[in-house]
């Protein structure tokens, strides 16, 4: 259809809105606590990243220096050649990464036997995953030690491997069981009835349909895994063992802290996070709604 | 508000029991040395089992920590199995 064609529709008067002033008032004070809101959740976030730029003798001035007038990159530099600070990122990512890859696959076939199969005890293990999760890691934590060393797993990255696992996998179970269940079940007997066997189903309509659930998943485990700082801080004791979080707080001294680098050290560990966040945002936007409330 | 009580509901009981485990925080920002006005009941069983390998100590604190919670899990878990979460 061209646009020549088309018939103008006929202009419908505009209904003017008719907003009294104490209405308007109203919106306005709504309006300015969400702004409020939002400046103190991002200020902190934009002071450290603002503190990682300042040069050392103009993060602790008085009069606070609201932008970094003469940014520099210095901090970012001694920050990197803190001791240690490869090998923290070295063990940082291969615990995240063994974290994530085995949390995915165990999770998404535990999720796959609560969310298609009916069997004995379901309903208790799903309640006994979300129970779990509301244990507090400082809590668990002692007789963990207590079993871990006695295995010899204290000082090791396979112990706090094992131990990111049973903190991150009741969790992401529950997500994908959030994300399979939106998975309607006629599509796979509608795939059986046209020849695929049960396998066959699974592979061409289950798993292309539940990849984004997938992704969003793993990108929850990572950044559990990434934050986690109480396991990591007890049981990683040797500098050339620890995770990036326990390198941080190691900034914080008996002499005082050291803001800049510390700062700068801090920006470098939350970048991943944020942009892994930003790749998949719309996707955790519902697999919130998927995996956790859904009214 | 009558539709949006249960997220309220499992909300607020999320929220209790996540911050009654405060521990990060004041750690850190204490250089792992918090004197007792700091103290949580997270950075109490902590301090005693891993810095006075108080174990045994640390671990009934731990457990009196977790009955604190379990009535909040409680009605978190309910207010779920209503909302039909849990199929």
């Known amino acids: ?295 | 508000m009558p539709l949006l009580m249960p997220i309220f509901v499992i909300l607020t009981s999320l929220s209790i029991i996540w911050d009654f485990q405060v521990f990060q925080q004041i750690w850190v920002m204490l250089d792992g040395r918090p004197t007792s006005d700091y103290y949580t009941m997270a950075i109490y069983a902590f301090h005693q089992s891993f810095q006075i390998s108080e174990y045994g100590l640390g671990a009934a604190i731990a457990v009196v920590m977790v009955l604190f919670m379990f009535g909040a899990t409680l009605v978190y878990l309910r207010q779920m199995l209503r909302a039909g979460e849990i199929r």
């Open chain 1, 1 to 295: 259809m061209t646009s020549g064609t088309q018939i103008a529709p006929t202009p419908i008067p505009p209904i003017a809105p008719r907003i009294s002033g104490r209405r308007r008032l109203h919106k306005l004070g709504w309006n300015v606590l969400g702004v409020i809101v939002l400046v103190v959740m991002v200020f902190p976030v934009y002071w450290m990243v603002a503190t990682a730029f300042k040069p050392g003798q103009k993060i602790l001035s008085y009069t606070p220096q609201w932008i970094p007038t003469s940014p520099t990159l210095s901090n970012f530099r001694d920050a990197v050649h803190q001791p240690f600070f490869w090998d923290a990122v070295k063990n940082s990512v291969i615990v995240v990464t063994v974290v994530v890859a085995l949390s995915v696959v165990l999770a998404f076939l535990a999720a796959l036997a609560l969310a298609k199969f009916r069997f004995y005890g379901r309903k208790a293990f799903i309640v006994l995953i979300l129970g779990v999760q509301m244990v507090p890691l400082a809590a668990l934590i002692i007789p963990l030690y207590i079993l871990m060393s006695r295995l010899h797993q204290v000082d090791k990255l396979t112990g706090v491997i094992a131990m990111y696992l049973t903190f991150v996998l009741p969790f992401t179970v529950w997500t994908m069981r959030g994300f399979l269940l939106g998975i309607p079940k006629d599509l796979e007997e509608a795939a059986m009835v046209d020849g695929a066997t049960r396998f066959g189903a699974f592979v061409r309509i289950l798993l292309p349909l539940v990849g984004p659930g997938l992704v969003a998943t793993s990108i929850f485990a990572f950044i559990q895994a990434w934050n986690e700082f109480i396991i990591a801080y007890v049981f990683l004791h040797t500098p050339q063992k620890q995770t990036l979080m326990v390198w941080l707080a190691s900034f914080t001294t008996l002499r005082g802290t050291d803001w800049g680098p510390l700062m700068a050290g801090a920006t470098l560990c939350a970048l991943p996070v944020v942009v892994f966040f930003l790749l998949v945002q719309r996707r955790i936007a519902f697999g919130l709604t998927a995996g956790a409330v859904r009214g």
